[in-house]
């Protein structure tokens, strides 16, 4: 699309918004048809290293779940019923012919269900090809770069395969500075929320950071600019509201729904990790003239936490309540998605942390599936309430 100045904001996040609401990802097979991609590369969450895929010639396309747009009919039978909706539902979507488009799927080593979801995929869809990134388990071990540049190799090789391109370290290049540049765009807009939050809802910011799954990342960067600008020049007047932070839904996506019953019961989301894989590093990729290393070294020294990432070299949960902190919070609001182990864990630590900081905090739980919001939108309400009003 290219933008026009006439274009509103409104009509830009409408735009965003129907492009998420399809399971079909006919955008993605628009663009492959027309023969601006030769593959398309489906990228399971949490954090996969698109520009690889990008620079080899495909479109790496975010598989964030189904939400509550499917019946679960045929992936029951390949997984237990305790596990995370976004497991079976992407599935479903690959059982029920939705991803027929796509050349191959990248799955990563995140935890046990994501892991079976690789090898079920592998036989479900045994004409595409499915790969498995491992990422290192010892951030703090001293090989971890090495090790993840030629796991990087591998794959970069593997994805060359499907769209029968060669890559040279400049179109590596090329595609980490245009990736960087979303990331960089992404992490203003995220400013912008957090010191004038009137000015940018979470559900605006939202759909602009997840339309970035199913566009390319060439059009999502002039969507991100020319939201910043429009947001930049808004006005208005803060309201009165609780100032949270979210954590918890780094993988499986809580429905959209849920996120707008945050805001409406009184907070202002100043900072999440609700699609955290798309801003994953804490500043700009360097260049030493590797860019295979570099991109390894950056998800290794220059990466968010996450409950997917084992980094033994500090607490997750201190930093948390540093975040807060930061972001000037009243609160955090855990929201994790059901049967997450990872998720579930890191409470379990993020929720002494934060009584022992004396930072308030309440936990929900959601999963795609879910229509009615109107009990956890009254819980939020209570705890609005406790802190405005104490
Ligand atoms: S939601 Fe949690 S349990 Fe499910 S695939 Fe993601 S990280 Fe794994």
Not at 202 to 207: D, G, N, P, R
Not at 240 to 266: K, N, T, W, Y
Not at 299 to 328: C, E, F, N, P, T
Request: charged share 25%.
């Amino acid at each position: 699309m290219a933008i026009q100045s006439t274009v509103s904001f409104e009509e830009l996040i409408e735009e965003c918004n129907d492009a998420i609401a399809t399971i079909d990802f006919a955008d993605a097979q628009a663009w492959k048809n027309e023969g601006h991609t030769q593959a398309l590369i489906g990228c399971f969450p949490v954090y996969t290293p698109v520009e690889l895929f990008h620079a080899a010639g495909a479109l790496p396309v975010g598989l964030t779940g189904a939400g509550n747009k499917i019946e679960i009919s045929h992936a029951d039978s390949r997984f237990q019923s305790f596990i995370c909706s976004i497991i079976k539902s992407t599935l479903e979507l690959a059982m029920i012919g939705n991803l027929d488009a796509f050349d191959g799927f990248v799955f990563h080593s995140i935890c046990d269900p994501a892991r079976n979801l690789a090898s079920v995929f592998a036989r479900t869809m045994n004409t595409k090809q499915v790969e498995y990134i491992h990422f290192p388990q010892r951030i703090p071990s001293y090989e971890a770069v090495v090790y993840l540049e030629a796991e990087y190799r591998r794959i970069l090789a593997w994805a060359c395969t499907l769209t029968g391109r060669s890559v040279t370290d400049e179109d590596l290049r090329r595609s980490i500075a245009l990736y960087d540049a979303v990331r960089s765009a992404i992490g203003l807009l995220y400013d912008v929320r957090r010191n004038e939050p009137h000015k940018l809802s979470t559900l605006e910011l939202y759909a602009l950071v997840r339309y970035g799954h199913v566009a390319p990342p060439e059009k999502h960067l002039r969507i991100l600019e020319h939201a910043l600008e429009y947001v930049r020049a808004r006005g208005g007047t803060p309201k009165d509201r609780a100032r949270v932070v979210v954590v918890g839904s780094f993988c499986e996506q809580p429905p959209m729904d849920l996120i707008a019953s945050i805001e409406q019961a009184g907070c202002y989301v100043v900072d999440d990790d609700f699609l955290l894989g798309r801003r994953f590093f804490t500043g700009g990729i360097a260049d030493t003239g590797n860019p295979l290393y570099d991109l390894a070294d950056a998800y290794v020294h220059g990466s968010v936490d996450s409950s997917v990432k084992h980094d033994l070299g500090h607490s997750k949960a201190l930093s948390l309540v540093q975040r807060a902190r930061d972001h000037r919070a009243d609160a955090v609001v855990v929201l994790t998605a059901k049967f997450c182990e990872p998720a579930l864990f890191d409470y379990v630590l993020y929720r002494k942390a934060l009584q022992e900081a004396h930072m308030p905090h309440v936990f929900l739980e959601f999963e795609e599936k879910m229509w009615l919001f109107d009990k956890i939108k009254t819980e939020l309400e209570t705890f609005v309430e406790s802190l405005l009003f104490s």
